[in-house]
């Protein structure tokens, strides 16, 4: 595909996301996409979509009235993209709210569609914010990474079980 239609894959995302339409995040995934961050390592376009669906979810449940999504930096070429995104929101499992700077880098399938997905931010920037006291005092070891990791891993793959 083109560059142009990358970085309207890329639009698409991010206002989908902003809406909290996780049906069309997962929409621009490719089936066997993958995606990495700081707490989820997702392969698939069921585990990278189910892991949107739960998101929105909680945050429609427990953080719409504090919910805001803002991009901006949205490059594309024939086979990657790239954009910044900045996310404010209750972190459902504290109730703390929390203000997230990211990074994302993007490979496209032939298509058009996300293949890689890799968002990146400060972990302990995040857990001071999502976790309080643990995230300040242990949010720079690799126990705490770990240890958030796998949680996010449980839930997801409990919150996937009970869907259909």
């Not at 997230?100 to 920037?125: K, Q, V, Y």
């Amino acid at each position: 595909m083109t560059a142009a239609t990358n970085a309207q894959t890329i639009e698409r995302f991010y206002s989908a996301f902003e809406k909290l339409d996780a049906a069309t995040m997962a929409a621009c995934y490719a089936p066997d996409a993958e995606f990495d961050d700081e707490a989820f390592s997702l392969r698939g376009r069921r585990e990278v979509g189910g892991m949107w669906r739960m998101l929105a979810l909680a945050t429609r449940a427990k953080g719409a009235d504090v919910w805001r999504l803002k991009w901006r930096d949205v490059q594309a070429d024939e086979t990657t993209g790239s954009a910044h995104w900045d996310a404010h929101y209750r972190f459902s499992a504290t109730g703390r709210l929390v203000d997230n700077s990211i990074d994302a880098r993007f490979t496209f399938t032939p298509e058009g569609l996300i293949a890689t997905h890799r968002d990146s931010f400060p972990f302990w920037t995040w857990s001071r914010q999502a976790l309080g006291m643990p995230g300040l005092l242990l949010g720079w070891t690799p126990m705490l990474r770990k240890k958030v990791r796998a949680t996010a891993a449980t839930n997801l793959a409990a919150f996937l079980a009970r869907q259909p």
